[in-house]
């Protein structure tokens, strides 16, 4: 129960931000004329948000297999990075690991890359419920905005800064953490140059091979620092 | 049915690619993916953190000043009572009052 209230606590800062995003893509999906059985599939099934947002145009386009599979691919390629840097950490994780690496979204990584505050028996708990309740939240606003259909009447304008403040947060905490800033200054320095040379579209997969390559061509110094 | 199977096909890729490295990596992990499993969260998150802003412009109004004044609210209060919910709620909250009085 304790390990329970733990998790729900740490998802509380995904809470607002999925909810309303999640309205907003049912919003779009039930305009596109999908029911709310489409709402619920996708954000059970998918679970991958910037993902189901493209998806809609997919659907309503009528995209072929072959379309559908290289775009999500080029979409969703930086999950290979998050579930890289998470193998170490889920190795003992039991019967909660499919769960785990399947619930694996930007949100849920950057609330459980770093936590490492829990004991050895209740930590896999703890990262089930963390990545359950924030599933939970993604799946509760997609369905509620494909039910609505329309627009929340308060204005919600500016909410999904909440995403942005968690990354921020979470970076934040990572630097009071560490001793070396290297990989965090590599990070910023090389998203920042792919979005000057690449543009907003298209700079995802660029920043990070370009980011693998100076992570393993530091390699030696950076091993020997720790 | 042609819904059914984009839907399939963008789960199973998404799937996939969730899945990939622990099944290629998992059980013998090689030494250099664990010195990438240590180095690339700081990165990826750095990373994250200007994907959200990627859309910002600080060449027209409201020039990046909400982003701005809402982030380093962030890190101040992150650095000073390291509690994320708390950085978050108070950063959105500026943020949100911002963009309705610029």
């Known amino acids: 129960m304790e390990v329970i209230k733990k998790a729900f606590y740490r998802s509380i800062p995904v809470m607002a931000g999925y909810i309303v995003l999640g309205i907003g893509f049912g919003i779009l999906l039930h305009n596109a004329g999908y029911g709310v059985i489409w709402a619920a599939a996708m954000s059970v099934f998918i679970y ?31 999950h290979l990075f998050y579930s890289i840097s998470m193998i170490d950490k889920y190795k003992r994780s039991g019967k909660y690991k499919p769960y785990l690496i399947f619930a694996l979204t930007d949100e849920t990584y950057s609330l459980l890359c770093d936590d490492e505050d829990h004991s050895e028996e209740t930590i896999n708990r703890y990262r089930f419920f963390v990545s359950l309740f924030n599933q939970c939240y993604w799946v509760i606003g ?15 304008k500016g909410i999904e800064f909440s995403m942005t403040a968690l990354f921020i947060a979470s970076f934040t905490e990572q630097w009071i953490n560490s001793k070396n800033h290297i990989p965090a ?5 090389c998203t920042l140059l792919c ?19 100076i992570l393993t061509l530091i390699r030696g110094r950076e091993e020997k620092a720790s | ?13 998404t799937m996939a690619l969730r899945f990939l490295p622990f099944l290629v990596f998992g059980k013998d992990t090689p030494k250099y993916i664990s010195y990438l499993g240590k180095v690339l969260p ?3 998150i750095a990373l994250l953190v200007v994907y959200c802003l990627k859309d910002v412009s600080i060449m027209s109004h409201p020039f990046g000043i909400p982003e701005l004044i809402a982030g380093v609210s962030v890190v101040i209060m992150q650095a000073w009572k390291r509690n994320a919910v708390i950085s978050i709620l108070l950063g959105t909250v500026i943020y949100m009052f911002i963009i309705r009085i610029m």
């Open chain 1, 48 to 78: 991958a948000g910037s993902m189901q947002y493209v998806g809609i145009g997919l659907l309503t386009g009528g995209a072929s297999i072959i379309t559908t599979v290289i775009t999500t691919i080029m979409v969703n390629a930086r």
């Open chain 1, 142 to 156: 997609s369905v509620a905005g494909c039910l609505l259909g329309t627009v929340i009447p308060f204005s919600t």
């Open chain 1, 185 to 189: 200054l590599t990070g910023l320095g």
């Open chain 1, 195 to 213: 979005l000057i040379i690449f543009g907003s579209d298209r700079f995802m997969i660029p920043s990070m091979l370009l980011i693998t390559l």
């Open chain 2, 1 to 13: 049915m042609t819904t059914a199977m984009i839907i399939a096909a963008m789960a199973g890729t």
């Open chain 2, 42 to 44: 700081q990165a990826i």
